[in-house]
């Protein structure tokens, strides 16, 4: 079945936009953990992250 290109775009940004407010929040959510958990921190290393993305994986 043929589309036109215009239909097929505008499908993608539909289907696109959930997913990419949700990957958008849950960044948003990350950031805000890590800074609560380590609030004197300006560059966290990757121990930090590593604590802080297994804590935020109990929470999901």
Aim: charged letters at 25%.
């Amino acid at each position: 079945m043929w589309t036109s290109p215009t239909a097929g775009s505008v499908a993608q940004r539909r289907s696109r936009g959930p997913a990419t407010a949700v990957a958008g929040g849950l960044s948003v959510a990350l950031a805000r953990a890590i800074r609560a958990m380590e609030p004197d921190r300006k560059n966290p290393a990757s121990k930090e992250w590593t604590r802080t993305i297994r804590v935020f994986e109990l929470l999901l």
